[in-house]
């Protein structure tokens, strides 16, 4: 599967940021996605997982309350829903596809920038 994120800008703190992952070819939907961050000069960070089916989903601390991931299977996409955005949260975001609900990400997207001004 190939995946191509999208949708990052520049915004200011408070503000509100979806990123889109899409997946090219079939059996998306036998594939938990995850979202993974790299700050510079800071190692790559887990932000969050959803299932196969969309019903589980799990977030690091730092975002809880803040970001929610969703998916929509018909159309082999994947949402990072980014609110009350802080400058921490300042990064290079990628997606990433663990196969058949396991959490080894096997396949990653080439990220898309998200800078949060102060």
């Known amino acids: 599967v190939q995946l191509q994120a999208s949708g990052g800008g520049l915004v200011q703190a408070g503000d509100s940021l979806r990123l889109s992952c899409e997946a090219s070819?079939?059996?998306?939907?036998?594939?938990?996605m995850g979202w993974f961050r790299q700050a510079p000069g800071k190692e790559r960070e887990f932000v969050g997982h959803?299932?196969?089916?969309?019903?589980?989903?799990s977030y690091v601390d730092s975002v809880k309350g803040r970001f929610t991931i969703s998916r929509d299977n018909a159309k082999n996409l994947v949402y990072l829903q980014m609110d009350n955005l802080k400058p921490e949260d300042t990064a290079v975001y990628y997606c990433?596809?663990?196969?058949?609900?396991?959490?080894?990400?096997?396949?990653w997207g080439q990220g898309t920038l998200v800078t949060v001004s102060s």
């Open positions: 990433a596809a663990a196969p058949m609900g396991s959490r080894d990400y096997k396949y």
């Open positions: 070819g079939r059996l998306f939907s036998t594939y938990g």
């Open positions: 959803i299932s196969r089916g969309g019903g589980g989903t």
